[in-house]
């Protein structure tokens, strides 16, 4: 199937609410502009010099998330223009994202990313790693800085049920998070969960933004994991 086709049939099987993140990570251009043209808007990159230079080559009205782990020192490079931030996972991260909107009169948007998953490899919070940060009121500080919610991974497995369970810690964090630290705040809304293998149990989990990139642009050449 062409990636237009894989993008019409993803979108015609998940709900209006939940936002389909087109993951073109190692993909080139012309890639990009063929979901481009069937409508698809929001793409989302894991390094910072390829989101950069991508940024640069294709349509302004494209909105691009930036998923992977990102390094202090390259933030400024994306500050200007990233819709959203999915993988915060620490105080100096948070601080420095801060600094770089401050110096360019920007709000950028971010997701907390939670550590769900078995594996040791993967990055994020614990929910009590949370809390605590959270506690020190370290956002009233952070105005160039909006959470938008959380982001996580679930385990690679062919356990469904594992899968379900951690996708279902994620968004009880989520509500947790929610009740007690962002109750009067809309901006909090997001639970960004679910890739091309496992997004039907993350939409079933209440995930609102789905990263999809294999079951779109085709297989990456490099292991995913
Ligand atoms: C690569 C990547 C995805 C997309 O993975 P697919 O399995 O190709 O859909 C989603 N989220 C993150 C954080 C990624 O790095």
Redesign the pocket.
């Known amino acids: 199937m062409s990636i237009s086709e894989n993008i019409e049939s993803i979108k015609s099987n998940i709900p209006q609410h939940v936002t389909l993140v087109a993951?073109s990570?190692t993909k080139p251009n012309s890639s990009i502009q063929e979901a481009y043209e069937c409508g698809q808007r929001i793409f989302g990159e894991?390094k910072v010099q390829e989101l950069t230079k991508k940024y640069e080559e294709l349509p302004k009205d494209i909105e691009w998330h930036y998923?992977?782990h990102l390094q202090s020192n390259k933030i400024k490079f994306i500050a200007p223009f990233v819709s959203l931030i999915h993988g915060v996972d620490s105080e100096k991260l948070l601080k420095a994202i801060n600094k770089e909107g401050r110096k360019i009169d920007r709000k950028i948007k971010c997701l907390l990313q939670f550590h769900i998953a078995e594996e040791s490899t993967k990055f994020g919070l614990s929910a009590e790693e949370a809390e605590t940060l959270l506690n020190t009121g370290i956002l009233n500080e952070l105005k160039n800085i909006e959470i938008c919610g959380v982001m996580g991974?679930a385990t690679y497995t062919d356990d469904k049920t594992q899968v379900a369970n951690e996708f279902k810690t994620l968004k009880n964090i989520f509500v947790t998070l929610k009740i007690k630290y962002f109750a009067n705040d809309n901006s909090f809304s997001e639970i960004s969960m679910g890739?091309?293998?496992d997004y039907p149990i993350a939409i079933e989990q209440g995930s609102t933004m789905i990263?999809?990139?294999?079951?779109i642009f085709g297989e990456r050449n490099y292991a995913?994991h």
Request: no cysteine; aromatic share 0%; proline share 0%.
């Open positions: 993951v990570k894991n998923i992977g991974m890739m091309s293998g990263r999809v990139g294999s079951s995913k």
